[in-house]
């Protein structure tokens, strides 16, 4: 089993920036192996996409929403990812998961819901002024 534990959220006026951070624990040899992403869920909406980097971390994919404002990366040698958001926007607030899934090729994207092997409990940002 692998736990996943998000950090960095808060309330951040509009333009502002946050990191967030989410460190893997447990059965973590094979975490440089796992395709990992972020998701968010606004309340009354379903959870959504934001953001994938494949294992080695060599590629990366954005939600249309975000592309130039949000940037994913990982550190495989401290099982971490981090999300770096940027010019936050009000539409931004949600509660923010990070999500891992083992298994597969290196240019894998975790895009898909069903796809998700372990979850992080979530990690709340707030954009209002």
């Known amino acids: 089993q692998v736990q996943l534990v998000e950090s960095g959220g808060g309330l951040v006026q509009p333009g502002g920036s946050l990191r967030l951070s989410c460190a893997a624990s447990?059965?973590?040899?094979?975490?440089?192996?796992?395709?990992m992403s972020w998701f968010r869920q606004a309340p009354g909406k379903e959870r959504e996409v934001v953001s994938a980097?494949?294992?080695?971390?060599?590629?990366?994919w954005y939600s249309d929403f975000v592309r130039g404002r949000f940037t994913i990366s990982r550190d495989n040698a401290k099982n971490t990812v981090y999300l770096q958001m940027n010019s936050l926007k009000p539409e931004d607030t949600a509660a923010y998961y990070c999500a891992a899934s083992g298994g597969r090729t290196d240019s894998y994207y975790l895009l898909m819901e069903n796809d998700v092997d372990y979850w992080g409990q979530g990690t709340q940002v707030t954009v209002s002024s």
């Open positions: 980097i494949t294992w080695r971390g060599e590629n990366t």
């Open positions: 447990g059965h973590t040899f094979f975490f440089h192996t796992y395709a």
